[in-house]
């Protein structure tokens, strides 16, 4: 099933095609620099999105990694799709993912019998994701195109489950972007998104990444910029965490109810692991997941992001 047999090409006034605003995970490895808001401004998601379409074959690579952050990604893939599997959907059933990257779960949710539509704002990407699904045998079951976020090319009520995995970080108006996921799920569909953690282990560890310092970051960060010439841009993107209260909130307000969470991911603690190998921020990663998986205090909600369930209300 190619993109040209796929339903809802169309935009409400935009064809899908035209330069797209989404942008999706945070690949292994890199310090971007950590906000609580995010400009809507064109430059921002032209960093954004030049930054990862110079990043494409590390997420086709990054899965497969005997690294902290392969082992991390991999959890946290295997966390949605055992979620997946609980929700019991039958055979068939329409499946949105929103930010596909390299295609890994568009094609793990194919070979489980759903018909998936594939949506990324980087047209490699794309060809990732079609190349994926050609060599899984799974072509027939997904439809891949470019889109955005904010504004889907998809009609009302129209999958049983929505995606976004590693995308509400990127996202210059995230309660915009969960508003039109809510828009194109059935009612009773359910939504499956990660949200970046404000208070993730290896950050409240970091001096410069510690939420309590942050307005300290700020201040400098403030001054720097003053410092510099003009037309000295940033060629990294900004990232957004929040609090899981922040975002029931964000659900909520777009007739979303969160049905379970839990955080996931323990990144590396120290910049420096080189002299530690990387077996140990491995073992470490397994020892404190098995410790937020029991409801440790402190620790269950010290993931690098929360993995959320949501569930659009009946009619």
Request: aromatic residues 8%.
């Amino acid at each position: 099933m190619d993109y040209q047999s796929c339903p809802a090409k169309r935009n409400r006034g935009r064809v899908i095609g035209e330069e797209p605003k989404l942008k999706l995970k945070n690949p292994a490895g890199n310090s971007l620099e950590v906000r609580d808001d995010i400009s809507s401004s064109t430059d921002q998601q032209k960093v954004v999105n030049a930054y990862f379409e110079s990043r494409v074959a590390q997420w086709r690579e990054v899965y497969g990694e005997p690294s902290a952050e392969g082992a991390v990604y991999r959890e946290r893939l295997a966390v949605v799709l055992r979620w997946v599997d609980e929700l019991e959907m039958p055979l068939g059933e329409q499946v949105l993912e929103i930010g596909c990257g390299s295609g890994m779960s568009v094609v793990a949710l194919a070979k489980r019998g759903y018909l998936v539509q594939a949506m990324d704002s980087v047209a490699d990407m794309v060809n990732s994701t079609r190349q994926h699904a050609d060599r899984a045998g799974v072509s027939s079951s997904v439809c891949t195109s470019l889109g955005d976020a904010h504004n889907l090319a998809f009609p009302e009520n129209a999958f049983g489950l929505v995606l976004a995995i590693g995308v509400i970080p990127y996202l210059h108006s995230p309660k915009e972007a969960l508003g039109e996921m809510a828009r194109v799920l059935k009612p009773g569909g359910f939504l499956l998104v990660t949200a970046g953690n404000r208070w993730r282990l290896d950050h409240v560890l970091d001096p410069w990444l510690c939420p309590a310092l942050q307005p300290a970051k700020r201040l400098i960060r403030n001054l720097i910029r003053r410092s510099r010439r003009p037309g000295s841009n940033s060629t990294e993107p900004l990232l957004r965490f929040g609090s899981l209260r922040q975002f029931e909130r964000w659900l909520s307000s777009v007739g979303l109810v969160r049905v379970k969470a839990k955080t996931v991911g323990f990144q590396p603690l120290f910049r420096y692991r080189r002299f530690l190998g990387e077996q140990t921020p491995i073992k470490l990663n397994r020892w404190l997941q098995w410790l937020a998986d029991h409801n440790v205090p402190g620790i269950r909600s010290s993931g690098m992001d929360y993995v959320v369930l949501a569930r659009k209300k009946d009619n």
